[in-house]
């Protein structure tokens, strides 16, 4: 049985195996339903399906006290399983692509700034839809590394081995890190050191600051800038070209997301935040987004960007779904793209209405 360490946790071992059973039926329920539970978006309705199948699970294992809350939205944990007032634990839900063959995912931020805090032990309760399978683990467990997108985040993977977790290798816990008033100030010096080690090893040298920063340079950075992600710290810089077309598909729409000043021109906090986060060079940025002047659409003479967005809008729309992933919430996103005055009328009209189907297509 995987046991977080936790405030205040009850630490009553018939009220841990009672968790553990409650986890493991709920498991087993939802991969007898599997034609039920893993079709359609999954990744939509996996939580709810979660939720229902806790509050059956919870009476099957003898929990009739338990409460089984369901919280969703952007809060952490998803689901809480209260024991009493005062004692509850709580099941972060996740999903990951088909596409994905490893069992790793993208978890919140460091700050915790929406976890629930009554809540002390968190499972993470993680599936794959095609073949649909289901793994469980506490959260300190599977915690890998820290990845940057535009905030520090935990990347979680759900076959990374005890010794191996995040937590063990800082030789901290969970709790004393996420009570921190600062909990970068816990991972910045083993980062630095990562990339150092991985350098050496590969006998390579760069002077990018972003890449080996010392410790001073460290602190003179602004929170959301610390770019030291999983990916840089072992990762060799790529070309654009060098990603596969998924990955292509995936980064240009999730640009468009966080930089809507690339719809104008604007393309160097994009191009900026591409190489350091992600480690990529794209020599032909401008081209990724708007070259070849303007299409029709609609029976409107619009430019190339405007149509670009009409053709990737099933690919935003699944970012602003993905509750996973760091993103602007759509409204904020929406009136900055609608705020843009470079196009015309007639062009404005056209990319109100994409901007429309977008947003009607958004389910939180």
């Not at 939580?47 to 294992?61: C, F, P, R, T």
């Not at 760091?326 to 900055?336: A, E, I, M, N, S």
Request: charged share 25%; proline share 3%.
């Amino acid at each position: 049985m995987s046991i977080a360490i936790g405030e205040n946790l009850n630490r009553d071992i018939q009220t841990l195996n009672s968790f553990e059973r409650l986890l493991s039926c709920t498991k087993e329920k939802l991969l007898c339903n599997s034609n039920t539970v893993a079709k359609g978006d999954f990744w939509k309705t996996f939580e709810v399906n979660v939720n229902n199948a806790l509050l059956a699970s919870k009476d099957i294992v003898g929990l009739n006290d338990w409460k089984i809350q369901y919280i969703g939205g952007h809060k952490f944990p998803d689901i809480v399983a209260r024991i009493n007032e005062k004692q509850a634990f709580g099941i972060e839900v996740k999903t990951i692509s088909t596409r994905n063959r490893s069992w790793k995912i993208m978890g919140g931020s460091i700050m915790e700034s929406t976890r629930i805090p009554d809540v002390s032990r968190i499972h993470v309760f993680c599936a794959r839809q095609k073949p649909f399978e289901i793994k469980y683990r506490s959260f300190e467990e599977c915690v890998e590394d820290v990845a940057v997108t535009h905030s520090p985040r935990y990347m979680l993977d759900m076959d990374v081995s005890n010794n191996q977790s995040l937590f063990k290798r800082l030789g901290k816990t969970y709790d004393e890190i996420r009570h921190m008033k600062n909990p970068f100030d816990a991972f910045k010096e083993f980062i630095v050191e990562q990339r150092k080690i991985n350098l050496k090893k590969r006998k390579l040298e760069d002077d990018f600051w972003w890449y080996s920063p010392n410790s001073n340079q460290i602190d003179s950075l602004e929170l959301e800038d610390q770019k030291f992600a999983n990916k840089m710290v072992g990762l060799e810089m790529q070309f654009w070209n060098q990603l596969t077309k998924d990955v292509q598909r995936f980064l240009r729409a999730y640009l468009l997301i966080l930089f809507p000043n690339i719809i104008e021109g604007n393309y160097n906090d994009a191009s900026k935040w591409l190489l350091q986060t992600q480690g990529v060079i794209n020599p032909s940025f401008r081209d990724t987004f708007s070259a070849g002047g303007r299409k029709c659409l609609r029976g409107i003479d619009v430019p190339k960007i405007i149509y670009n967005i009409y053709s990737w809008k099933d690919d935003l729309i699944n970012i602003f779904n993905e509750k996973n992933l760091p993103q602007q919430q759509f409204d904020h996103w929406g009136k900055k793209v609608l705020a843009i005055s470079k196009f015309s009328a007639c062009e404005k009209n056209v990319l109100a209405e994409i901007v429309r189907e977008i947003g009607e297509n958004i389910t939180h």
